[in-house]
């Protein structure tokens, strides 16, 4: 059971460059998300998706993009990359979200994207 | 308002110990709170929950304290081991109409002297 899978693990990009980062999970999950980690900040939600077709904007969704074409898949795009954007970004999906329902979030390894 | 505010940033604890990490809420529309733990080079992963009508959770040597109407809540690691080390992020899920999302703190780092 692969769980959450992330690809690349590492990148490192020139500015204006662009990018897309894959998320894919096998638990057929519905809910799907897409955040960052840097240092002091914690884990910032950048945007999340809700169930195939659908995409949502979280706190920091400025000069990122999003697509949720499959079910088991959540891209997250970089059109023109900035050093701003250097960060380790983290997806999860989770098969309901609140305290009704089954709601753990399964994270991946995470992605360390340097942009230079 | 949709903030979680966590303390401390980071926390040395002594073998045996107790380890002590707390967190703050303005929304009250928040309403599932689990706590996190991520080892270096890993993602997180689900370390304990609770739920807003239950002011206290234990699970094994993790305990959750929750006080509603402070908005406070709060993870405690008894008779902490070195390897307990790790980064521990508080989290509360928002379920409203139109919004879905876990949003977390800012992270603990701990280490756990042997």
């Known amino acids: 059971n692969a769980g959450v899978t992330q690809t690349p693990k590492f990148r490192v990009l020139k500015t204006g460059q662009s990018m897309t980062l894959l998320c894919a999970q096998d638990?057929?999950?519905?809910?799907m998300y897409w955040y960052r980690q840097d240092p002091g900040m914690g884990l910032r939600l950048i945007h999340y998706?809700?169930?195939?077709?659908?995409?949502a904007k979280g706190e920091v969704p400025d000069g990122y993009n999003v697509s949720r074409l499959k079910k088991q898949n959540f891209l997250l795009g970089l059109e023109s990359a900035a050093p701003s954007q250097t960060s380790v970004y983290f997806c999860?999906?989770?098969?309901?979200?609140?305290?009704?329902?089954?709601?753990?979030?399964?994270f991946g390894q995470g992605t360390r994207l340097t942009v230079v | 308002q949709q903030q979680v505010k966590q303390s401390p940033q980071s926390l040395i604890v002594q073998k045996g110990g107790i380890s002590i990490i707390n967190c703050a809420y303005e929304?009250?529309?928040?309403?599932?709170f689990p706590w996190y733990q991520q080892f270096p080079g890993k993602g997180p992963a689900l370390l304990i929950a609770?739920?807003?009508?239950?002011s206290e959770k234990k699970e094994g040597r993790f305990t959750i304290s929750f006080n509603k109407s402070a908005k406070q809540f709060s993870l405690h690691i008894m008779d902490s081991q070195p390897g307990d080390s790790a980064t521990y992020f508080c989290?509360?899920?928002?379920?409203?109409?139109?919004?879905?999302?876990?949003?977390f703190g800012t992270g603990t780092r701990l280490k756990v002297l042997a």
């Open positions: 999860a999906s989770s098969y309901s979200i609140g305290y009704l329902m089954n709601t753990e979030a399964f």
């Open positions: 638990m057929n999950h519905e809910y």
């Open positions: 998706s809700v169930g195939e077709g659908t995409t």
């Open positions: 929304n009250t529309a928040f309403d599932y």
């Open positions: 609770i739920r807003p009508d239950v």
């Open positions: 989290a509360a899920s928002l379920r409203t109409s139109g919004t879905y999302k876990y949003i």
